[in-house]
């Protein structure tokens, strides 16, 4: 047997993690062959493909981003794409895939099953969107960055006596926000799933800052205003037709400052969310997923993806995880919302 795995869409803490258990679980357990697909769909369409090994995966459960490459490919509606990603499976005798991936990279390993390929998909992604599973990895590394980055702005927030608006990101699902707003102590948390009112924020402010004098505002960066648009970074959308989102924090900071003259303060976090080493918390996740995808294509369980569901890891059929994004859960926004002003 062999089996190929990639890591497609956006990188995120834990993908070296996932390469390294699904390596070592089907070379050691199962004495399969695993090859390396470089920069996810990508490497399929042009045959970039590597043996891993033990020795090949060995110090890299603790590093950041994924030493396959990865890119936001979609051959799904390209016909040329999609026979030479055919072609290629066969040339490399690959039997079956793991697909380490968001909702993106999971449709396409969809496509792939319903065309008779053996595929086990492994959700990823820092925003924590993915149907079906409690937790994807990733998340909780991007969680602690920015809950470190909101005490860090709580110092300087307080000896300035300023308004500091965070922008986080998350796409359109609020849970990165939620929980370092938590995690952190925001004093509001603006999210897609709740539409904000501006001059609601702006009194709340004001009325805090009566006996605080500083606040801490974060920002998810699909927040809309209420009966307004989502704010667009770049109207240029990807292979899978997402635009690039951005742009909301400098509008909401603009317009805090302006509306109650307190003082206020951008910062955008970016990519920083999704650098760097994944925490403990992910590097085990990412390691039950990568062994549990490869137990799953030794069962014959294909067109799954794997799954947390409370303590367990579970499997789910594809088309269940990229049917929607979840969304946040408006108890823990409630839990949230206790804590502004
Ligand atoms: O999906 C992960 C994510 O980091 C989103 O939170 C963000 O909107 C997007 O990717 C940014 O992607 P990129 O800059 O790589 O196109």
């Not at 869409?9 to 390469?19: F, K, R």
């Not at 089907?26 to 697909?37: E, R």
């Not at 040329?80 to 396409?108: F, M, N, P, R």
Request: aromatic share 6%; hydrophobic share 40%.
């Amino acid at each position: 047997m062999r089996i190929g795995v990639l890591t497609g869409g956006g990188d995120c803490p834990g993908l070296n993690a996932v390469i390294r258990s699904v390596t070592r679980r089907a070379i050691v357990t199962y004495n399969w062959d695993v090859l390396g697909i470089q920069n996810g769909w990508s490497g399929l369409i042009k045959g970039h493909v590597e043996p891993l090994s033990l020795y090949s995966v060995s110090g890299i459960l603790h590093r950041g981003g994924t030493i396959l490459g990865t890119s936001r490919t979609n051959p799904k509606d390209n016909r040329d794409d999609w026979s030479k990603l055919q072609h290629h499976l066969k040339k490399y005798s690959i039997d079956a895939i793991v697909a380490v991936g968001g909702e993106d990279t999971l449709s396409v390993a969809l496509q792939l099953h319903q065309d008779g390929m053996k595929v086990v998909g492994v959700p990823k992604t820092i925003d924590n969107d993915i149907k079906g599973t409690d937790y994807t990895f990733g998340f909780n590394t991007a969680v602690s960055i920015v809950t470190e980055a909101i005490d860090r702005l709580h110092t300087t927030a307080e000896s300035h006596h300023r308004i500091m608006v965070v922008e986080v990101m998350g796409r359109h699902s609020g849970w990165i926000a939620v929980h370092a707003g938590i995690a952190g102590g925001a004093d509001a948390i603006l999210i897609p799933e709740v539409p904000f009112d501006i001059k609601d924020l702006c009194k709340q402010l004001k009325k805090r800052h009566e006996h605080k004098r500083f606040s801490i505002v974060v920002v998810s960066e699909g927040t809309v205003p209420k009966g307004g648009n989502v704010i667009l970074q770049s109207e240029k959308k990807d292979a899978f037709g997402h635009v690039r989102l951005g742009g909301v924090g400098r509008i909401v900071a603009d317009e805090i400052e302006e509306r109650t003259g307190i003082e206020t303060r951008l910062t955008v976090l970016g990519h920083t969310q999704r650098g760097g080493s994944p925490t403990a918390y992910d590097r085990i996740l990412a390691t039950r997923f990568g062994v549990r995808a490869v137990d799953a294509v030794k069962k014959g369980d294909f067109g799954k993806m794997v799954a947390l569901r409370s303590e367990n890891i579970i499997t789910i059929k594809l088309e269940e995880a990229v049917l929607e994004n979840k969304v946040v859960d408006m108890d823990l926004y409630e839990i949230a919302e206790l804590f502004f002003g």
